[in-house]
């Protein structure tokens, strides 16, 4: 039978190369945004995060870029290694003081060798 | 710290009966969650509690799906009776809810439910 599920963007990338993943996130309340790895048969790992009062913020081989003009946040993996094959989640918060996140659908990148 | 912990890792069951997953928060924290993730949904947050009390259960699917937290390490997530649809990945995650702010939520390993 068919199958049916979410279509997950797939971003493929030569490893060695920068990659960079997007997000166009929902609500303009949001003031914090956080990206998450998730590899096959493990749980979302925290990756890196930022508030609203930046609009960029750099990890070890990590970047993260927030345009709040146009709700999008990016995130850069520079020098992609198989490693980094997994699936990037974005999540924002909506609103501050809930406590919780809202999780967008998820983008896969395939790192080729 | 060790992490979330949760249990069991992995659950096979049968329709109708009753299935109880476990979770340990990071110490200190003061956030539990607990999500679903599906192919045809992805990751959804069911409920989640502040310092032990349930705050918005309003992503549990329906009466079946139950969820305590009696003390600040150690929450569970019961659904009964179980059906072939609730066959997941469910997450625990926690965070330490700094006043004011939304804070990074760290996840468990999860547990991978079938229910046949």
């Known amino acids: 039978g068919e199958s049916v599920g979410l279509h997950l963007p797939t971003l493929s990338v030569q490893e060695g190369d920068n990659s960079i993943i997007n997000c166009a996130y929902s609500n303009s309340a949001s003031d914090y945004f956080i990206w998450y790895k998730q590899e096959s048969g493990k749980g979302p790992q925290f990756i890196i995060d930022?508030?609203?009062?930046?609009d960029k913020r750099q990890g070890q081989r990590v970047t993260v870029l927030l345009n709040k003009t146009v709700k999008h946040l990016s995130l850069q993996i520079a020098a992609t290694q198989p490693g980094d094959s997994a699936v990037y989640f974005c999540a924002e918060n909506g609103s501050s003081n809930t406590g919780k996140l809202i999780f967008g659908q998820g983008t896969t990148l395939q790192v080729k060798p | 710290d060790a992490g979330v912990i949760q249990s069991p890792r992995h659950e096979v069951t049968e329709m109708g009966q009753e299935v109880t997953l476990r979770c340990k928060p990071i110490?200190?924290?003061?956030?539990l969650f607990w999500y679903r993730q599906t192919m045809m949904r992805g990751l959804e947050l069911l409920i989640y509690?502040?310092?032990?009390?349930?705050?918005?259960d309003s992503g549990m699917p329906e009466d079946r799906f139950s969820a305590k937290m009696p003390n600040a390490s150690f929450s569970t997530l019961k659904i009964q009776p179980s059906e072939p649809r609730d066959s997941a990945v469910y997450f625990c995650?926690?965070?330490?809810?700094?006043?004011?702010?939304?804070?990074?939520?760290?996840f468990g390993p999860g547990t991978r439910l079938t229910v046949l």
């Open positions: 995650a926690s965070s330490f809810g700094t006043s004011g702010f939304t804070d990074t939520q760290y």
């Open positions: 509690f502040n310092n032990n009390v349930p705050i918005d």
């Open positions: 930022i508030r609203s009062n930046m």
């Open positions: 110490s200190g924290h003061d956030y």
